[in-house]
């Protein structure tokens, strides 16, 4: 079964990079990475999901290796609403169960 | 266009008891997952319904057992309650079973208290 593993928190500032790794050592073939957003007392939300390579949209970038051991969310220009606790999300291919990470605990600062 | 809902948002229950938490997907949504929530913890999958039946069960007790009816909408139900069973309880819909994706609209959660 695969197991996810994130840094525990992080702080930056506002306007920079935030890039957060999640390690999936032994992810399937098949697998998505999915990365949410979740702020205190709400559910997570959506932010990009990714197989391979790199993936854009408009609010974030997914980076995984060709290995696909891990996976690298990047936050561009981080502004203080984007203070919140972010998980990966691995989906097993094949028994579709869900396996969230551990999360992190981003604080943006003034 | 509603998105995922919950109830009840918060409820308080006493050991041994039982509960039912409801869910309705975001329209057009035919798959819906349970999730619970540890204060702290990150989401922990409990199962989830497709086509009226249990497609994938994730490791809790059969006192955790689940509906769902042919609108789509869910209920998640818990015998005997226990102390460690004091949570966040998420549901979250998506399209399609066979997709395989990661792509969940998560509801706002019901809070769960056990006594």
């Known amino acids: 079964l695969a197991k996810t593993t994130q840094p525990i928190s992080m702080d930056s500032y506002e306007g920079q990079e935030v890039n957060i790794t999640c390690s999936h050592n032994n992810i399937a073939t098949n697998d998505y990475i999915t990365w949410y957003q979740q702020f205190p007392s709400q559910g997570p939300r959506f932010i990009i999901q990714?197989?391979?390579t790199k993936v854009t949209n408009e609010v974030a970038s997914l980076f995984i290796p060709a290995d696909r051991k891990s996976s690298t969310l990047s936050l561009p220009r981080v502004s203080l609403s984007d203070t919140a606790v972010y998980y990966c999300?691995?989906?097993?291919?094949?028994?579709?169960?869900?396996?969230f990470g551990t999360g992190t605990r981003l604080k943006v600062l003034a | 266009d509603a998105g995922v809902t919950q109830s009840p948002t918060h409820l308080i229950k006493t050991r041994g008891q039982q509960v039912t938490l409801r869910c309705s997907p975001k329209s057009g949504h035919d798959t819906v997952s349970w999730y619970q929530q540890a204060l702290g913890q990150g989401p922990q999958f409990i199962f989830q319904?497709?086509?009226?039946?249990?497609?994938q069960r994730g490791n809790f007790p059969d006192r955790f057992s689940g509906h769902q009816f042919p609108n789509y909408s869910s209920e998640l139900n818990v015998n005997a309650l226990l102390l460690g069973d004091s949570a966040l309880y998420l549901c979250?819909?998506?399209?399609?079973?066979?997709?395989?994706?990661?792509?969940?609209?998560f509801g706002e959660g019901s809070r769960l208290t056990v006594l």
């Open positions: 319904y497709y086509e009226e039946e249990e497609r």
């Open positions: 979250a819909s998506s399209l399609g079973i066979g997709l395989g994706t990661g792509e969940l609209f």
């Open positions: 999300l691995v989906v097993l291919s094949g028994t579709y169960k869900y396996i």
């Open positions: 990714g197989y391979k």
